[in-house]
């Protein structure tokens, strides 16, 4: 029943910036962690950015320096900003929580950046 929603994708200019956003539609008793996956075409799912519930942050190589991914405790909210956006990171950006026993997945957001 519980639904990850996501927002934010777009088409944008490479160099631009995006934010993309997710929390969940109903109630989940206890999120440990959230994250944020990408999979382009022809590739295997990446994993962009992690927050646990006490605020550490995790990035890959890839995007660390240009990606910060924030949280808002009291919504279950999590947010993705993306700055200086490259062609490379077009793809399609999940959002993923950890909850107590089960994982929660959104279904996902476009993100296309043009040369």
């Known amino acids: 029943q519980v639904q990850l929603v996501e927002s934010g994708g777009g088409l944008v200019q490479a160099g631009g910036s995006l934010r993309l956003s997710c929390a969940p539609s109903?109630?989940?008793?206890?999120?440990?962690?959230m994250a944020w996956y990408r999979q382009a075409p022809g590739k295997q799912r990446e994993l962009v950015a992690r927050i646990t519930s006490n605020g550490s942050a995790s990035y890959a190589d890839s995007v660390k320096g240009r990606f910060t991914i924030s949280g808002d405790t009291a919504k279950n909210t999590v947010f993705l900003d993306m700055n200086s956006l490259k062609p490379e990171d077009t793809a399609v950006y999940h959002c993923?929580?950890?909850?107590?026993?089960?994982?929660?997945w959104g279904q996902g957001t476009q993100v296309t950046v043009s040369a």
């Open positions: 993923a929580a950890a909850g107590s026993r089960f994982d929660y």
């Open positions: 109903g109630t989940i008793y206890k999120i440990h962690a």
